[in-house]
């Protein structure tokens, strides 16, 4: 386990690279090490998000905004239980959702809340 002053250090540090805004990609599994893997492709109505800020709050990053996604006009409904963010196309970080969100095709768009897109460092 990290030591705390380490812990809050590499916190902070993310959330400065983060700093206007980054690109969150949503996952119906696992992204890996590389943050690749069951990533939900653009399209049918969907698009990854783009500029979402976060901040350190206590021991998480946080995302600071509520994020709607797009109205699915094809493909299958999928359930999304991750997330990935990157930052000029390099991976920061990937975590698994609080709570999955389901994404179906015609369906209201899912509403991510403020603070919806969490990460720890344990």
């Not at 783009?50 to 206590?58: I, K, L, N, P, Q």
Request: no cysteine; charged share 15%; aromatic share 4%.
């Amino acid at each position: 386990m990290l030591g705390e002053t380490l812990r809050i250090a590499m916190l902070d540090g993310a959330a400065t690279a983060m700093a206007g805004g980054v690109e969150v990609r949503m996952h119906t599994g696992d992204p890996g090490p590389a943050g690749t893997a069951h990533v939900l492709a653009p399209g049918d109505g969907y698009a990854h998000l783009t500029g979402v800020s976060f901040a350190r709050v206590m021991q998480e990053l946080k995302s600071l905004s509520a994020q709607v996604l797009g109205t699915r006009t094809g493909g299958v409904d999928v359930t999304l239980t991750h997330f990935s963010v990157w930052k000029d196309g390099s991976l920061l970080f990937a975590a698994e959702m609080e709570s999955p969100v389901s994404y179906a095709v015609h369906a209201v768009p899912p509403r991510i809340p403020v603070g919806g897109l969490t990460a720890s460092l344990v």
